[in-house]
């Protein structure tokens, strides 16, 4: 992650709920410059110490990269703490992707190293909320959340639910994987699944134009022969067209159930298909944020 | 969607199911020996081609007379007596013509000849003589009836089992053990 700007805020807070005296390391790390951080931090927590250290380098990368992400930097975190002389850390990671900003937080505890509290928020045009977003989180690992930063939360995200649209619905993907298979998937932005859809409905189709071609020119040949059987008094005709039908029926019943069989096979795939885009289709982020750490969770320093 | 899914469904199957047609597998020519067989009908069987045919007031009515052997058990015969009854109301006998086999593909001139009791029945009898056979053995083309409509309707001309009769050059008579009729209907 590009890092832009590197603070480190020593907080000395003293907390009701969570822990009397307990001292706070807090990292933000942006991809961007935000401006009035500093500020909002030391007016919004008048009643704590910050101290900003821009020369510290980037101290975490993506954790999830990690099989166990809650202890993958155990030994940093020890030493931070026993270098500042805190009881937790906090990490604030802001991202942009396009129109969207990523804001991660977690909350190590530097006694054992440990990630013991984590919050991720993926919002579409939410620039103009991070800085609230930010008192919001440190607010709540500290249990001093101000009902105005929720409000103006609520404010910014939820001006009104009805104008929300979507660009992208599950039901957008289930009717294109209708029309096309594997368009749904396409659309939803899994291509693997996409193409694996397309290739199978593709293969099932043909299987079932050669079985059904097969089973029409059976059809006709019989049909054909049998008018010729009919036709004619000659003992070897006769014979020779008979032989002829019986193998060209014979025929035309062996692709007609090999046709049906190909169709239903094709039709529950289609349908399956159209499903899957339904299912796995476009959602809204149902993540987009997760409430803070509450008292009865709160970490014992 | 339900609904949608439903209708995609619905109109895949009728599609689907009503282009497969399964023919029905029939095979009903006189000439064939598996059909006649097929029918209960044991050979030889003597029957007619076509086994039905419709013409109109007009026209001239061609009936074939055939002897149908099974492949595996064709015997020689030299003769044969046919008697053919007809329906006189629907139609008259025109013409009776002895059939390409009987003159071996007119290689030879057989006995042919016929009496007719002008009301509704005719006998034909016929006797392979060649200068080379004194036989012939297969299914074949006997005789050709050729009648005038007088009416319109539909019935059959078939033959008369018990006084048909069919012999070797020795006398012998073969047995016939079966026999189809004809359909016809005048317009």
């Given amino acids: ?58 101290l975490f990368g993506d954790i999830d990269k990690y099989n166990n992400p809650a202890s993958s930097y155990m030994n940093d975190i020890k030493d931070l703490g026993d270098t500042y002389n805190v009881n937790f850390i906090l990490l604030n990671r802001i991202e942009h992707r396009g129109d969207r900003v990523m804001i991660e937080g977690l909350l190590f505890n ?127 005709e006769v014979e020779m067209y008979r032989t002829s039908a019986e193998k060209d029926w014979n025929d035309h019943v062996g692709y007609s159930k090999l046709a049906i069989a190909l169709a239903g096979t094709t039709l529950t795939g289609w349908v399956s298909n159209s499903i899957h885009a339904w299912v796995f289709g476009p959602r809204p982020f149902t993540n987009i944020y997760q409430k803070g750490i509450s008292q009865s969770t709160y970490p014992k320093g | 969607m339900r609904g949608f899914y439903g209708h995609t469904i619905s109109l895949f199957v009728v599609t689907v199911f009503g282009s497969c047609t399964i023919y029905d597998k029939i095979f009903d020519n006189p000439v ?7 029918q209960g009908i044991g050979a030889p069987t003597l029957v007619f081609y076509p086994k039905t045919q419709t013409v109109t007031q007009s026209d001239s009515l061609l009936l074939g007379s055939f002897i149908v052997f099974m492949e595996d058990s064709i015997e020689p015969f030299s003769g044969v007596h046919l008697q053919i009854q007809f329906p006189n109301n629907l139609v008259e006998l025109d013409t009776i013509v002895p059939g390409l086999f009987i003159t071996d593909t007119n290689k030879a001139t057989p006995l042919f000849t016929y009496t007719y009791n002008n009301e509704n029945t005719v006998d034909i009898y016929t006797y392979f003589l060649d200068t080379l056979k004194q036989d012939i053995s297969g299914t074949g083309h006997l005789a ?18 018990q006084e048909c009769e069919m012999i070797d050059h020795l006398d012998q008579e073969i047995v016939v053990n079966g026999i189809r009729g004809a359909e016809v209907i005048i317009e």
Wanted: proline share 2%; net charge negative.
């Fill in chain 1, 110 to 236: 530097t006694r054992s190293g440990g990630l013991i509290h984590r919050r991720k928020i993926n919002l579409k045009n939410y620039d103009n909320g991070l800085v609230n977003e930010l008192s919001l989180w440190v607010a709540s690992t500290m249990n001093q959340i101000q009902k105005q930063w929720e409000n103006e939360r609520e404010a910014l995200m939820f001006l009104d639910s009805e104008d929300i649209t979507y660009d992208k619905t599950p039901m957008g993907a289930a009717l294109r994987s209708l029309v096309v298979p594997g368009w749904g998937q396409a659309y939803s932005g899994n291509s693997l699944s996409a193409g694996l859809w397309a290739t199978i409905q593709l293969s099932l189709s043909v299987a079932f134009i050669s079985s059904y071609n097969n089973y029409d020119s059976s059809a006709k040949s019989f049909l054909e022969n049998v008018k010729l059987y009919d036709a004619t008094d000659d003992e070897k």
């Fill in chain 1, 1 to 58: 992650m590009k890092s832009v700007s590197l603070f480190i805020a020593l907080l000395s807070c003293h907390l009701a709920a969570f822990e009397q005296n307990a001292t706070y390391l807090v990292l933000n790390h942006f991809d961007k410059p935000l401006v009035g951080i500093n500020e909002s931090l030391i007016n919004n927590f008048s009643n704590s110490t910050f101290n900003f250290d821009s020369s510290v380098d980037a």
């Fill in chain 2, 32 to 38: 064939d020996f598996k059909a006649n067989e097929e």
């Fill in chain 2, 144 to 161: 050709n009836l050729i009648f005038n409509p007088i009416s319109s309707g539909t019935d059959s001309i078939y033959y008369n089992l």
